[in-house]
């Protein structure tokens, strides 16, 4: 029998999710960000739920092969751009829209031979300093690549580094939002802004002339997956949002503890009573975080037959502690027995009881972000 860890992604909260995200962008197009092969999730097994999107942004070419291989017939944008000038010819031959950020990648297209002129998305560097043309040099990238026959329409976009909070006392968008609409406000062309945070905090505010901040496409990501993006000054309950991945496991085994008693690696948990705590088949080489905490005074959440408990001792490879007690105690009062061997375990995600452990909690309590959890679950790890 294969270990009892799986990961399920739930369709019908992918879906929901996008529909929470264009209900947020108003008239605005809507990118399902599928880079890092769907957060995680597999972009094969998220596909059936995002062709509700308008198109799908990504950066790796070998997933824009993917998704045309899906049968996807509508835009593709490449989120980085060419990294080759050969990038050019697979965008040439599958149609992808691809983003021009720096002068080497005009140098390419300059280059490139192509029968069909490519539609670009210019990008801006307003002030996260990642990538992107400076203000003081954007125009002069559009007039370049304006000129050049390889190049049909160009959009313009830019990337916030702070759409889930504050910069520096002011809202966190506030002052990219004025440089790029004083770089751009004469140029024409269709705009694209806002990542899952801009598009839930502020897709509707009013933007220059072109009506709001959701403009032409909005680009979200860790949303449609189910994670507040601005996690924990609102949850995705808040946003409406509902987990797209479920991590969960099995018990495999039980303790029963004195006090005095310690666990795992480095002992640093120690039982002031008689506890029951549970082993999880999960550990760090399955993709949780070794960092998660499981101190005399802190743990971080777990669900075990639905009951909110918490991590004991120390994340080790291929296992995990739980304390058994709160769950105990809950199934007793409605006169249900222990917790044993088999008991469902979820790390994150939906119980089979409906209870839901939000994975910016983990996430939270690992000193983490949702995204990275995602991203990181094992190859060994069987998706269903
Ligand atoms: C990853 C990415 C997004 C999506 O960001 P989320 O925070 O997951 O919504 C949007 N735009 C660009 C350019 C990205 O790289």
Same mark, same amino acid.
């Given at each position: 029998m294969p270990r009892p860890i799986r990961a399920t992604v739930h369709l019908d909260a992918?879906?929901?999710?996008?529909?929470?995200?264009?209900?947020?962008?108003?008239?605005?197009? $809507?990118?399902?960000?599928?880079?890092?092969?769907?957060? +995680?999730?597999?972009?094969?097994?998220?596909?059936? *739920?995002?062709?509700?999107?308008?198109?799908?942004?990504l950066l790796d070419l070998s997933e824009a092969q993917r998704v045309r291989a899906l049968g996807w017939r509508g835009p593709i944008l490449l989120l980085e751009g060419a990294f080759e000038l050969r990038d050019l010819e697979l965008c040439s031959r599958l149609d992808l829209w691809h983003v021009v950020h720096c002068d080497e990648q005009i140098d390419m297209l300059a280059t490139h031979k192509t029968q069909v002129p490519h539609r670009v998305f210019l990008k801006m560097n307003s002030g996260m300093n990642r990538l992107g043309f400076r203000p003081d040099v954007f125009r002069a990238a559009w007039t370049r690549l304006n000129a050049l026959p390889q190049v049909d329409e160009i959009s313009l976009m830019t990337h916030?580094?702070?759409?889930?909070?504050?910069?520096?006392?002011?809202?966190?968008?506030?002052?990219?939002?004025? $440089?790029?609409?004083?770089?751009?406000?004469?140029?024409? +062309?269709?705009?694209?802004?806002?990542?899952?945070? *801009?598009?839930?905090?502020?897709?509707?505010?009013?933007?220059?002339h072109a009506g709001a901040l959701a403009a032409d496409w909005v680009r979200p990501g860790i949303a449609v997956?189910?994670?507040?993006?601005?996690?924990?000054?609102?949850t995705s309950t808040q946003w409406q949002l509902r987990p797209a991945m479920t991590l969960s496991s099995k018990l495999i085994a039980t303790q029963t503890l004195a006090a005095g008693d310690t666990v795992g690696y480095g002992s640093t948990y120690q039982a002031t009573g008689p506890q029951r705590i549970g082993v999880?088949?999960?550990?760090?080489?399955?993709?949780?975080?070794?960092?998660?905490?499981?101190?005399?005074?802190?743990?971080?959440?777990?669900?075990?037959e639905g009951v909110r408990t918490r991590l004991v001792g120390r994340v080790s490879m291929d296992m995990l502690t739980v304390d058994l007690d709160p769950v105990d105690r809950a199934r007793a009062e409605n006169g249900l027995p222990l917790v044993g061997i088999g008991a469902e375990v979820v790390l994150w995600g939906t119980?089979?009881?409906?209870?839901?452990?939000?994975?910016?909690?983990?996430?939270?309590?690992?000193?983490?972000?949702?995204?990275?959890?995602?991203c990181a679950v094992a190859a060994r790890v069987n998706f269903e």
């Open positions: 992918l879906s929901h999710n996008l529909s929470r995200a264009r209900l947020a962008a108003g008239d605005a197009k $809507v990118w399902a960000v599928v880079k890092a092969n769907a957060y +995680g999730h597999g972009i094969e097994r998220v596909f059936e *739920a995002m062709r509700a999107a308008d198109g799908f942004a916030f580094s702070d759409a889930d909070g504050q910069r520096q006392g002011r809202s966190g968008i506030e002052h990219q939002v004025e $440089v790029f609409l004083r770089t751009t406000h004469d140029l024409s +062309g269709e705009r694209s802004l806002c990542n899952s945070a *801009a598009t839930l905090r502020h897709a509707a505010q009013p933007f220059g997956y189910g994670s507040a993006p601005d996690h924990p000054e609102h999880v088949a999960c550990g760090y080489a399955d993709g949780y975080p070794r960092h998660a905490p499981g101190g005399p005074s802190v743990g971080a959440p777990v669900l075990v119980s089979h009881t409906g209870a839901v452990l939000p994975i910016d909690e983990v996430a939270q309590a690992a000193g983490t972000i949702s995204y990275e959890l995602m």
